[in-house]
């Protein structure tokens, strides 16, 4: 008799996908890894009040079960997002895509893969590489140990959470790292204008990242320090500045997004 396939995992209350209908101009922002859309929605209601049509999908294996995460790769959520941007293009007329951490990487291979599709990017913390030796071994170590310590929750404003998970899952990371390769490999492809919001104090990405995109990118790019935040950002003290800056950033280069608007 054949095994029964397994029950996916019920989300967790506040991971679910936050989506708004506004006017011409799109937002697609992704979470990070081990995260939820509880740590972009803030954001995108920041942008759907200022009429913008925006998305803030939850990645396959995310928002439940460190365990059922294991189950996926980056494949998995790239095909997520790279459904909500074809859906958001049949509604809008330009589109952004945003992210944090592993969010952003995501967010600029979606740039680099679809640049007819994409009309600027803004990404926050995003990670492409890390200097941290034990990576190292986790392409060997996700055979003996399905997880390790968790490397969410790296936020300074008091009593804030992110929702994330209380374990790394190994092989999830593991492909994480994959695509990390094939991100780096495929920066010069992008040609639409980059916002890159880097926290001067983050203890889950290294800077080993904004180096590589300086050098990697090609395309038109500000980039902007957090001065009061940890790696979740967009939940910690400088979210304000995000929210101000992506708008102005979108406005500038898209316009409003409101029916009747530049």
């Given at each position: ?83 909500a941007l074809t859906e958001l293009r049949e509604h809008c007329d330009t589109v952004v895509v945003g992210g944090l951490s592993m969010g952003g990487c ?98 889950v990405v290294d800077d080993a990242t904004i180096g590589l995109v300086r050098a990697g990118l090609t395309a038109p790019a500000e980039y902007v320090s ?37």
């Open positions: 008799m054949s095994e029964s396939p397994r029950k996916a995992a019920s989300v967790v209350p506040g991971a679910e996908p936050f989506s708004a209908d506004g006017g011409r101009v799109g937002v697609l922002l992704s979470h990070g890894f081990t995260g939820s859309p509880a740590s972009m929605t803030p954001w995108g209601q920041d942008l759907a009040e200022r009429g913008y049509t925006v998305r803030v999908p939850r990645l396959p294996g995310h928002g439940t079960t460190w365990q059922e995460m294991n189950t996926t790769r980056w494949t998995d959520w790239y095909a997520e997002l790279d459904a995501l967010a600029l291979r979606l740039a680099e893969q679809r640049p007819q599709d994409v009309d600027a990017v803004i990404v926050v913390n995003p990670a492409v590489a890390s200097r941290d030796k034990r990576l190292l071994a986790v392409p060997v170590l996700k055979w003996v140990l399905p997880s390790m310590a968790a490397i969410g929750g790296d936020i300074k404003k008091p009593g804030v959470t992110e929702s994330a998970y209380d374990r790394t899952p190994l092989k999830a990371l593991h492909s994480m790292m994959q695509m990390w390769t094939d991100v780096r490999d495929g920066l010069g492809r992008i040609t639409a204008p980059v916002l890159f919001f880097r926290s001067v104090d983050d203890h957090l001065e009061d935040s940890f790696h979740v950002a967009t939940l910690d003290h400088d979210a304000p500045l995000i929210f101000e800056r992506s708008a102005a950033f979108i406005a500038e280069r898209l316009g409003s997004g409101r029916p009747g608007g530049s």
